[in-house]
């Protein structure tokens, strides 16, 4: 029978992780077992960068952004030697078994520990919806209202001066945050690396918005690392009638009090997370599918191919 368990977070932060951190920590001490945070991550475990927490250490954070336990990559977590120093690390504290918050690298190294004898449990924490075993993923409601609030101010400044804002958004292996927001903000032309981008043809499209569709506005949403959109909107301003003007999201995505829907879902992942580890249940993650809380092993969900979004795309273009 388990009796301590740790709990860390991985990759980049994600509204909502905090959730998850009080969901694992209070379910468990409240059914007898001891928690250890595990700060900044895997680099954290191999450095023994590890404390108790307790149902006060939790108090007060399920509507704080980012996470409390800090976190951070370690690429040489993949070296065996390096794992090797992370389990005496947890030996050390007696801990048993771990939850592991992140996106699919934070994954990899969860089975990996698993597969030396450590049970782990993963957490899809990651704002870009792109683990496939979830429907939705943990801070990808709260990032998807940040950029829908973003859009739907540079929309009112761009009616104003017969502009196109060609907006950067986070997810370059997964446009959902672009199609999600392209969708709930009315943009006129959704860029992703499902979508393809052909410049030649989104600048006819936005001459036509201009010209025939007689617009006094566009907005364009394109997932990061596709193009350089400083210079695609200055191709903009010189090839149809529109002013182009380029904002880049960046990190403001990241940020910000989780949505309740976030809070929500990381609370009942945290639930589903140490109700596996009781179970002896290690080497899966959580995911939500149809409304449902379910296990799932790691070594599938890496391995499943990326959501389709063809019903979504096919909703915007009718729409547009």
């Known amino acids: 029978m388990v009796k301590r368990i740790g709990v860390l977070t991985s990759g980049g932060d994600a509204p909502g992780m905090n959730a998850a951190i009080r969901a694992v920590t209070r379910v468990a001490t409240n059914i007898g077992l001891e928690v250890y945070g595990i700060y900044d991550g895997y680099r954290g475990m191999v450095d023994g960068k590890i404390k108790q927490l307790t149902r006060e250490s939790v108090s007060d954070i399920l509507d704080r952004g980012g996470t409390i336990l ?20 947890l030996d050390k504290f007696g801990i048993e078994a771990v939850v592991v918050i992140g996106g699919d690298g934070s994954y990899r190294g969860a089975l990996a520990l698993t597969d030396m004898g450590v049970n782990c ?17 943990i801070g990808f409601s709260t990032a998807l209202n940040t950029v829908v609030d973003a859009m739907d101010k540079l929309r009112d400044t761009s009616s104003s001066h ?12 997964c446009g959902d945050l672009a199609l ?15 979508t393809g981008f052909d410049e030649s043809e989104v600048l006819d499209r936005l001459r036509e918005f201009d010209v025939v569709k007689k617009k006094n506005h566009a907005l364009v949403i394109i997932s990061e690392k596709i193009t350089d959109v400083e210079i695609f909107a200055r191709k903009v301003s010189q090839f149809t009638g529109f002013s182009g003007r380029a904002t880049i999201l960046g990190h403001v995505q990241r940020g910000g009090s989780p949505t309740p829907g976030d809070r929500v879902l990381a609370s009942r992942m945290g639930e589903k997370a140490v109700d596996l580890l009781m179970q002896g249940v290690g080497g899966q993650c959580v995911g939500i599918q149809r409304g449902e809380i379910v296990g799932v092993p790691i070594e599938e969900a890496l391995n499943m191919p990326s959501k389709s979004r063809k019903d979504l795309q096919n909703l915007f273009d009718r729409l547009v």
């Open 70 to 89: 800090g976190s951070a990559r370690l690429p040489e977590f993949k070296d065996i030697e390096v794992r090797k120093k992370a389990i005496e690390q």
């Open 162 to 173: 017969h502009r196109c804002s060609v907006v950067e958004v986070m997810g370059n292996r």
């Open 180 to 194: 999600f927001s392209g969708l709930s903000s009315g943009a006129e032309i959704v860029i992703t690396s499902e």
């Open 121 to 137: 449990i993963g957490l899809p924490g990651t704002i870009d919806n792109d683990i496939a075993s979830t429907d939705e993923t």
